[in-house]
């Protein structure tokens, strides 16, 4: 937003958590309650005007954030404590803002962005556990992890990833680069596929998560995955995993 | 029961996982779903006949499990992978079988039990967790930890609990013998409370977390307890601590 046009003085950054589950996803929408609409009704009321909310990127229904990032334009002279006080005792209880700070007028919580840290887990329990339910893909203990483990050199690094890229979105570019990819060892029973990258497509870390479960059932080897990259086709990758699994845990800025 | 006179021929031993939050508790009840009517409405279908399940205590509305323990009469000739597979399959996502064995006829889930471990989790971050909102009690930063755990030696042993027990339910003796109590470090933001006992009585352990959290409060002094004990008084001991911060962890059996 250029601040010479702007009717407002003040550009706030907040950290939001947020249990995705009873959300139709981030972005705004007339058909039910979303992220983006709890946390603009909150900070209108807060602020005594209309609010819009610019989020680091849309998170789909059912995805949960630990740290989503975002910010907002406004001429309350409320402190930071207050916004983020007050912004909670508007949210609902599966809405939280956890820190709040001001920002340069330019600052974007979208455009500024350099990069995220997605986590997807997997409950490996031989029974699903009723307290995760919402929280993670229960695959039972069968998976390959050895062979998923392997597979994961060959989702890092710069690459063109449109076989794990949703129809959809607006995108200037389909290449994006994994700086980091591992599994992480949670609990014995809940394993953590952890991406962090300069950007993702619609429904990248759940496409991948997808695929690396066909790996983990023998379905697929490690190395077909430099085909499947090779192909930029969607068909050629596994299905996308559920939501539920999915929680943004970082967004990074310079 | 009597073996000779009932209609039934085996008597299964259930371990069950439960998110807490939907249910009225554990108890049947017709105004609303309980986690022995899902059980029960399971197991009559997976068995064919009406099925009437005892569990090892009844938890109140919203307190969870990891392994509640339940036993119920069969004639059915399934296997016990049939009675895990099957019942999961009919239940709701909520509650979970995760195991299931043949115990001896005079075996019962309440009667026969030695012991309880309950885990009561209290969130301790500046703001509220949305992803642990129905799994924490969320007392902010500002407990003092080790006024609390310097309270713990009061609360253990072989003691009347009266001044820790709400009115109702049917007891036998207020006498009771804590074998362990402790808190845990479940995350740097989550601390659990961890009771074993012989048993407990009605809201012992909510009871307890309520006024430890007013000695981490500076309201009450660790020696207080003493006073409170011997008084045999329900108005001398603290709050009762919501329901959605305990957890049933473990049943004990000889």
Same mark, same amino acid.
């Given at each position: 937003?250029?601040? =010479? ?10 950290? /939001? ?15 039910? &309650? ?5 946390? =603009?009704?909150?900070?209108? +009321? ?6 819009? /909310?610019? @989020? ?6 059912? /995805? ?39 920002? $340069? ?11 995220? !840290?997605?986590?997807? $887990? ?8 009723? #307290? ?6 229960? /695959?039972? &203990? ?22 794990? +890229?949703?129809? @959809? ?18 609990? &014995? =029973?809940? +394993? ?18 997808? !695929? ?13 995955? =430099?085909?499947?990259?090779?192909? +930029? ?12 699994? #999915? ?8």
């Amino acid at each position: 937003m250029n601040q =010479e046009n702007s009717p407002f003085r003040r550009n706030l950054m907040l950290t /939001v958590a947020y249990d995705g589950s009873p959300y139709l996803g981030w972005q705004r929408q007339a058909r039910g &309650p979303t992220v983006q609409g709890v946390l =603009e009704e909150a900070l209108g +009321k807060l602020c005594n005007h209309p609010v819009t /909310v610019y @989020g680091s990127g849309r998170t789909d229904s059912g /995805v949960h954030a630990k740290a989503q990032v975002a910010n907002f334009y406004t001429n309350s002279k409320l402190p930071l404590s207050a916004i983020v006080k007050g912004g909670n005792a508007l949210l609902p209880l599966t809405v939280a803002i956890t820190s709040a700070r001001e920002v $340069d007028f330019d600052f974007n919580a979208r455009f500024s962005a350099t990069g995220k !840290t997605y986590g997807y $887990d997997f409950l490996t329990s031989l029974v699903r556990d009723p #307290l995760l339910v919402k929280r993670a893909w229960f /695959v039972g &203990p069968k998976l390959d992890w050895s062979s998923m483990a392997q597979s994961l050199p060959y989702l890092s690094g710069t690459r063109d990833f449109s076989s794990f +890229k949703s129809s @959809g979105g607006d995108v200037k570019t389909t290449v994006k680069t994994i700086k980091d990819i591992r599994v992480l060892e949670i609990s &014995p =029973e809940l +394993k953590r596929l952890s991406i962090t990258g300069s950007g993702f497509l619609r429904h990248m870390v759940r496409t991948m998560a997808g !695929t690396l479960w066909l790996i983990g059932r023998g379905k697929l080897k490690p190395e077909d995955l =430099e085909k499947i990259i090779e192909a +930029k086709d969607r068909s050629r990758a596994g299905p996308m995993a559920p939501a539920q699994g #999915l929680c943004l845990e970082e967004v990074y800025y310079d």
